[in-house]
């Protein structure tokens, strides 16, 4: 069954530095992938999505994505964050053929000023 | 456009008593999804929907009822609740593909004393 591993739980990081959330995934069968983000006390909303194509994916807030097949890994990335980065990101998996999605476990982003 | 809303926010139940949490959505989606959000865990899918009229058990689905009379409706229900089942649930919708994203709702805080 697939699996999404989110290593870091927690991942402080000062305002304007760069920032990556890693993020891998179980199975190598075709896959779509994803990142959401929740700010407190919200629900989950897209950050961006990858289908095909291009390996890097871009989203909204600056935030960039890279796809590595070989590697089952989606790590997510932003060249400089800010306090209102600050919240829990969720990458979350479907099975190509499949409308249910796995997320990891979350990593929360601390940014500090 | 609301998206997707949820009632109530919070609640407080004693052990044992029974409470329907209400999801509705105004996107036209055919697929809606319940989840419960538990600390370290991520997001875990307790039942979900198809179609009007149709359910089906999620990951973890014990302890729980769904109801989808109406296509832009979904209910939860707890028919005798525990501490279990303290949690942050959440509903999402989507188009139903699994390239589509999945639209949650802002979340109801649940505590079962």
């Known amino acids: 069954a697939q699996s999404v591993t989110q290593l870091d739980s927690q991942v402080p990081v000062f305002e304007e530095a760069p920032v990556e959330l890693r993020c891998n995934y179980s199975s190598s069968v075709s896959v779509y992938l994803f990142w959401y983000v929740q700010y407190p006390n919200q629900g989950l909303q897209l950050l961006l999505k990858y289908l095909s194509g291009s390996t890097l994916v871009k989203g909204i807030n600056g935030f960039e994505a890279e796809f590595n097949k070989s590697q089952t890994s989606f790590h997510l990335r932003k060249p400089s964050v800010h306090i209102s980065d600050t919240a829990e990101y969720f990458c979350a998996v479907s099975d190509r053929g499949s409308y249910k999605l796995i997320f990891g476990s979350g990593t929360r982003l601390l940014v500090r000023p | 456009n609301a998206g997707v809303t949820q009632t109530p926010k919070f609640r407080v139940l004693k052990t044992g008593q029974s409470m329907t949490l209400l999801c509705a959505q105004d996107m036209n989606h055919e697929y809606m999804y319940w989840y419960r959000q538990d600390p370290g865990m991520g997001l875990r899918l307790i039942h979900y929907?198809?179609?009007?009229?149709?359910?089906a058990k999620g990951e973890v689905p014990d302890g729980y009822n769904v109801s989808r009379l109406k296509k832009q409706n979904f209910l939860l229900g707890l028919e005798s609740a525990a501490p279990s089942q303290t949690s942050v649930y959440f509903c999402?919708?989507?188009?139903?593909?699994?390239?589509?994203?999945?639209?949650f709702g802002p979340g109801t805080r649940l505590t079962v004393l």
């Open positions: 999402a919708s989507s188009y139903g593909t699994s390239f589509n994203e999945q639209f």
């Open positions: 929907s198809v179609g009007e009229g149709t359910t």
